[in-house]
């Protein structure tokens, strides 16, 4: 056994014997016997992987949000608003895995289709829950000793904003060269494709006739020429697009046209 092992064991039995009386306390701790290094995260506090990141530490946030489960996934927090110290929760898990929980689903960070494939780790959480470990289970999201928000405080909040126009907004970034992108499903009854043209045609920024008397063309897809993905608009930087046979969730009713389409848009490929 290294100096480091023996460190880091020494250390471990100095916190358990040291720990509080409280039997909710927790603390996780990981050993980096290649670089020496032993970080210590109290799980009673959220996981902000903001911090480690602007400090370069990508490995460090890596390890720390890690979830324990037989499904590779990372859950935490990431700041948006230093001023507000406001954070958006996360939870990632690589597309190609299979067991996604309908919690996820009903917290509205997957789609129906993805429901199946958590069902593993929802077993985990709920076994946790069934042995009135609720702290076990909010420790396994890395969201720590945080009181549940359903989120009815930030759609208050935000109740001025939902129908206050954005079009100064979309006109400025327009001008200044920058390159916007409008997508509608052609069965999309929420955000329909006129409705977006509608706010295309009275939105007046430097191209806006060049814009409005370019060709419609017909969108075919990349790998399979035969078939029709929906049709462009498009003027130096503004595209607006209509994906064929798609509803308000695009990506889901046609994940390959919308993956062609973010693709085309990013890497200036021909549509």
């Not at 607006?240 to 009713?253: E, K, S």
Request: proline share 3%; hydrophobic share 40%; net charge negative.
């Amino acid at each position: 056994m290294s100096v480091d092992h023996v460190a880091a064991l020494d250390l471990w039995d100095s916190l358990y014997n040291k720990r509080p009386s409280d039997p909710l306390f927790s603390i996780r701790i990981h050993f980096n016997f290649e670089n020496s290094s032993i970080s210590l995260r109290n799980k009673d506090e959220p996981l902000i992987l903001t911090n480690y990141l602007n400090e370069g530490n990508h490995k460090k946030a890596q390890r720390l949000s890690r979830i324990r489960s037989n499904v590779e996934s990372y859950a935490g927090y990431f700041r948006v608003n230093d001023d507000c110290v406001r954070n958006m929760f996360f939870y990632y898990v690589p597309a190609e895995m299979v067991d996604y929980g309908r919690h996820l689903f009903n917290l509205g960070l997957i789609f129906d289709y993805q429901v199946s494939q958590f069902d593993s780790y929802r077993d985990m959480i709920r076994e946790s829950i069934d042995r009135n470990d609720y702290k076990q289970a909010f420790e396994e999201l890395n969201v720590g000793n945080q009181a549940f928000n359903d989120g009815k405080s930030v759609k208050l909040a935000l109740a001025g904003d939902f129908m206050r126009s954005v079009t100064p907004l979309v006109q400025t970034i327009l001008d200044n060269g920058y390159k916007c992108l409008f997508f509608n499903g052609q069965f999309n009854l929420l955000v329909p494709f006129q409705m977006t043209s509608e706010f295309l045609l009275k939105m007046v920024w430097s191209e806006k006739d060049a814009f409005l008397h370019s060709e419609q063309r017909i969108w075919y897809s990349r790998n399979t020429p035969e078939v029709v993905n929906g049709y462009v608009r498009s003027y130096k930087n503004l595209y607006h697009v209509l994906i064929r046979n798609a509803g308000h969730m695009a990506a889901v009713d046609q994940p390959q046209a919308t993956l062609e389409m973010i693709d085309n848009f990013i890497f200036d490929r021909k549509f």
